[in-house]
């Protein structure tokens, strides 16, 4: 059973740490390793821990000490990360500074460093998403980081003063963002920064259960937890908070088992998944098993649709006859990640929405004759 930690909100300046850091001089030309950068910092004590769920928001004055690293003179900051329990994720926002038609912003880069300062991994500006008034790094912390025990945040020195191009749902979207993208508004690269770190536990992990497939079919059906669908009509399920979680692709997911209607004729099968109360929204998936449990097909995220909603159009035809249960699952290596990770949309109202491992569902099947 995973511990319950409460949400904490650290506030932290870099400005503050100023007489303890030995300034570089500007002129100094020697490039430093993100190792050596790391080293001196935790020496320094300039380290700003982050909760294990919480946030925690500081900034770099223009005053912070800066260093030569391999693209230029930048400022930074050294993050200590909590200790790793189970999956997280982690949320890097840069907001933009100033007033008036020009304004700054810190167009952040990481370095992971294990508990010697030795690089295990990084991330790059292209892995940011952009609103109108920040940059947002959306990082998920597994298995594959659990040694990182720094993250080391630099800026492209060499880009400074150079404009910041927007991308991403509010860029696109909105009117303000519309102005950015004429130039009637510039924002350019800056090594000051003001910057808020959020991290929250991914769900599922507790007492997941370890199945396959198909035998996690046959545990919802003799819970009685089947969902039968009419041949036409509509039926609603949901996943409650604190359902069973199946590590199935990857991560801990939520499951529905359909029972589908026996077969007469072509149908459609519609499913629809709607942002609910908790403002998250299930992204389905699922597999078709005949009735030993076989599975004998399956769709993708590559077959959903919408923008307020999701929608996956299945239609059922003579191939598809023998299918009699759909196992409806979610990537629950993406929960807790917003939609737009994976490119699923490119903008609209879902780009910044929490997947979830709850759902608000809606099936429905009409007779489709013109199928073959």
């Not at 503050?16 to 100094?28: C, E, G, K």
């Not at 790391?38 to 912070?64: C, M, N, T, W």
């Not at 950015?180 to 090594?191: C, D, N, Y």
């Not at 998250?280 to 030993?292: N, R």
Request: without cysteine.
């Amino acid at each position: 059973m995973l511990l319950r930690t409460v949400p904490l909100i650290v506030v932290a300046s870099l400005a503050l740490a100023r007489s303890t850091y030995t300034q570089v001089p500007a002129d100094n030309e020697k490039v430093q390793t993100p190792s050596n950068i790391a080293r001196g910092l935790v020496d320094q004590r300039a380290v700003v821990p982050v909760p294990a769920q919480g946030k925690v928001k500081l900034s770099i004055k223009k005053e912070a000490e800066r260093f030569t690293m391999s693209n230029g003179l930048s400022s930074v900051v050294l993050l200590q990360l909590p200790d790793y329990k189970a999956p997280y994720v982690m949320r890097i926002a840069s907001s933009r500074r100033g007033i008036g038609r020009t304004t700054e912003l810190f167009v952040p880069s990481g370095i992971y460093l294990d508990a010697d300062l030795r690089q295990v991994d990084e991330f790059g500006e292209h892995q940011l998403a952009g609103r109108v008034e920040s940059l947002v790094a959306e990082l998920g912390i597994d298995g594959s980081r659990m040694n990182a025990r720094y993250l080391l945040l630099y800026t492209d020195g060499d880009l400074v003063g150079q404009q910041v191009v927007l991308h991403g749902q509010d860029a696109l979207d909105d009117a303000i963002g519309s102005l950015f993208q004429k130039g009637l508004f510039r924002v350019e690269r800056s090594l000051e920064a003001s910057l808020e770190v959020e991290t929250k536990m991914r769900p599922g992990y507790a007492d997941v259960q370890t199945m396959t497939q198909s035998e996690v079919a046959r545990f919802l059906l003799s819970q009685g937890a089947v969902v039968r669908v009419p041949s036409a009509g509509t039926v609603k399920p949901s996943i409650a908070a604190g359902a069973p979680t199946f590590m199935l692709e990857g991560g801990p997911s939520t499951a529905v088992l359909l029972e589908m209607p026996d077969y007469s004729a072509p149908y459609s099968l519609k499913i629809k998944s709607s942002v609910q109360r908790s403002k998250g929204i299930f992204i389905p998936s699922g597999f078709y098993f005949d009735a030993s449990f076989q599975q004998v097909g399956d769709f993708g995220e590559d077959r959903l649709t919408g923008k307020e909603s999701v929608t996956a159009d299945l239609g059922i035809s003579e191939r598809d006859r023998v299918a009699r249960y759909l196992l409806l699952y979610t990537r629950g290596d993406l929960a807790g990640l917003s939609v737009q990770r994976r490119g699923f949309t490119a903008t609209g109202p879902l780009y910044w929405v929490e997947r979830s491992l709850e759902a608000k569902l809606e099936v429905e099947t009409k007779p489709s004759a013109g199928m073959r």
